[in-house]
């Protein structure tokens, strides 16, 4: 066979011949202009982007007769040995198969000995796949290596080459090729090899090559083994299994129109004519990452997609007819349909399926256009909210009960354990405070307590928010339990519990109390405990919100306009607590 593959054929031989890395080509050229040759390298990048090709015309370089030179001759011995690999003093490593620490040991010993050319360089290609123990015997020898040795390593995975090999060689990163780079080289090739291909069939190879000239040299090659001399578009997509353009872009058109029936059609014309489901689902998320693209850009999109000028005119016009919050749904639906096909068993479903929930997705709401509907709404005036009746700032303000009521009874007095007697007591007094008659005050102290504790010290305001206030005077403040809670009154009456229970009550009330714990009778009913009161109490203010909200004519458009209903209203910080809470009267009954 002495047929020889495109890639090879049409392999770099000098510097101005790589493709698409001058970055590295003439920081080259000049470093040998300039006698700063390092003596170790490290080329980096994806496949097929010329690392192994530009370090071989680096070894021609530097050992040419005529050299070191930016411009190998290619003719003298050293040049075409190099070219042929038959030098001795060009050794090429395959890093995979040699990754050893003998290997590198062997290295070691080869260095040591003189070379027949200028220098003796050694090219390691998948440096990466070098075990730990060979990158730690190779360091001494890449730091100091004999002054006629070079090291060229070249990776596509530049991550896992240990810092310490990174940090002893000048690093050169190879980017991936343009599109219409690859497309340029591939219509050389197409000329000098006497093949017609059209434009739209380069464009097709150079997208499937993926930044890659040499896949696309490969890609070419299987195409011209296919379709002989004369190359069309339909050959090049059923050899290389890529999709018609025209069925993306009718699919991407059909989601945004949101006509499911005929975007199941595409899927189902490919589906029968076996065409791969996972390589449109892959076009599809280009497609509308390319919408994306024109509805941000405008008429810059030119600059960010590789199409036609008609085809970038249109794509402006789809996406400009379509909000940017849509294409955003549209993208992240289509990049999770694309992962779920790596491990689909039926592929057509799944794509179906996505199909469906692409043409159901809600419309999105735009703040801007919110806010411009809102305020061109009629404005009602919302009906004043009733004021509460100012609390009274003083016991002596405390109008007097009407005759024939009196205070309900909190129910029987509760048996101190503090001085326990044999005799039964009588039942406890109403809730008061010590300044003789707003129980409202007292259980304010109270309520406002069981939240300071609560904040302080976590479990104890939930043992203490399941008692009930009994009373609240001038020096004490009495809370009881039921005889089951037996536990409860024990940690409350711990005495560092007792003490920071004081403590807070102090700074609450204004005045020093004293805490003591009694035992509520099993035979009366017992008053509300704290819990149920904040309960109770909390209740109320979110209803009190809710209608106050109710009422804004801005919340009533807002819930018409998106057919909501009200959940919740939430406070709108501290000093809204209880801000709408009606006010509480005293609690009695009839006499």
Not at 23 to 52: S, Y
Not at 161 to 175: E, G, H, N, W
Not at 324 to 340: G, I, K, N, P, S
């Amino acid at each position: 066979m002495s047929y020889l593959v495109l890639a090879r054929k049409w392999r770099p031989q000098s510097f101005d011949d790589v493709a698409g890395q001058e970055h590295v080509t003439e920081t080259l050229k000049n470093a040998i202009r300039q006698d700063r040759v390092a003596h170790a390298f490290l080329f980096a990048g994806p496949r097929g982007v010329g690392k192994t090709t530009t370090a071989r015309i680096l070894a021609r370089a530097l050992n040419c007769a005529q050299g070191p030179t930016p411009a190998p001759c290619g003719a003298c011995d050293p040049c075409r040995e190099i070219t042929a690999g038959m030098s001795l003093d060009v050794q090429e490593i395959d890093g995979a198969s040699n990754r050893g620490i003998d290997q590198i040991r062997e290295l070691r010993e080869s260095v040591k000995y003189a070379s027949v050319s200028r220098f003796k360089i050694y090219i390691i290609d998948e440096v990466h796949m070098l075990t730990t123990e060979a990158f730690n015997a190779l360091l001494k020898t890449l730091e100091e290596p004999p002054p006629h040795v070079i090291f060229i390593f070249a990776t596509t995975e530049r991550h896992k080459v240990p810092a310490t090999i990174r940090s002893r060689c000048q690093t050169y990163d190879f980017r991936r090729i343009a599109p219409a780079e690859i497309r340029q080289r591939l219509a050389k090739i197409a000329e000098a090899e006497g093949a017609a291909i059209s434009p739209a069939g380069l464009h097709i190879l150079a997208r499937a090559a993926d930044g890659s000239l040499r896949d696309a040299q490969s890609l070419f090659d299987q195409v011209l083994a296919f379709a002989g001399s004369t190359i069309s578009d339909e050959d090049l997509r059923n050899i290389l299994g890529t999709m018609d353009e025209a069925a993306v872009r009718d699919f991407a058109r059909a989601i945004l129109d949101r006509t499911p029936e005929a975007a199941i059609e595409i899927v189902d014309r490919l589906a029968e004519d076996g065409r791969d489901l996972k390589v449109f689902t892959r076009e599809v998320v280009t497609r509308v990452r390319d919408l994306l693209i024109a509805n941000a850009a405008g008429e810059k999109t030119g600059r960010f997609v590789d199409l036609t000028e008609a085809e970038v005119r249109e794509l402006i016009e789809e996406g400009e007819r379509v909000p940017a919050e849509t294409l955003h749904m549209l993208y992240q639906l289509f990049v999770r349909t694309e992962d779920e096909l790596r491990w689909s068993q039926r592929p057509r479903h799944t794509v179906e399926i996505a199909v469906l929930r692409a043409c159901h997705l809600p419309q999105p709401v735009i703040l801007a256009d919110l806010i411009e509907r809102l305020s061109q709404a009629p404005a009602e005036a919302a009906p004043p909210a009733p004021q509460p009746p100012a609390r009274p700032s003083s016991p002596s303000r405390t109008p007097p009960p009407p005759a024939g009521r009196r205070p309900v009874s909190a129910g029987p007095r509760p048996v101190s354990h503090e001085n326990r007697q044999p005799s039964p007591e009588p039942g406890p007094a109403p809730v008061q405070s010590g300044q003789g008659g707003q129980s409202g005050d007292a259980e304010s102290v109270w309520l406002n307590l069981v939240r300071e504790v609560k904040k302080k010290k976590a479990n104890l305001g939930g043992y203490l928010e399941q008692g009930s206030l009994v009373r609240l005077d001038e020096s004490r403040i009495v809370v009881g339990y039921k005889a089951a809670s037996a536990f409860l009154q024990d940690m409350i009456r711990r005495k560092e519990n007792r003490e920071t229970i004081e403590t807070l009550a102090k700074g609450i009330a204004g005045r020093a109390l004293a805490l003591e714990v009694t035992t509520l009778p099993d035979d009366a009913p017992a008053p509300p405990t704290a819990g149920e009161r904040l309960e109770e109490k909390e209740k109320k203010g979110q209803k009190a919100r809710a209608e106050a909200a109710m009422a804004d004519p801005l919340t009533q458009s807002a819930l018409e306009m998106f057919g909501g209903k009200l959940v919740s209203v939430e406070n709108g910080g501290a000093n809204a607590a209880g801000a709408n809470e009606p006010p509480e009267a005293p609690i009695e009954e009839e006499g």
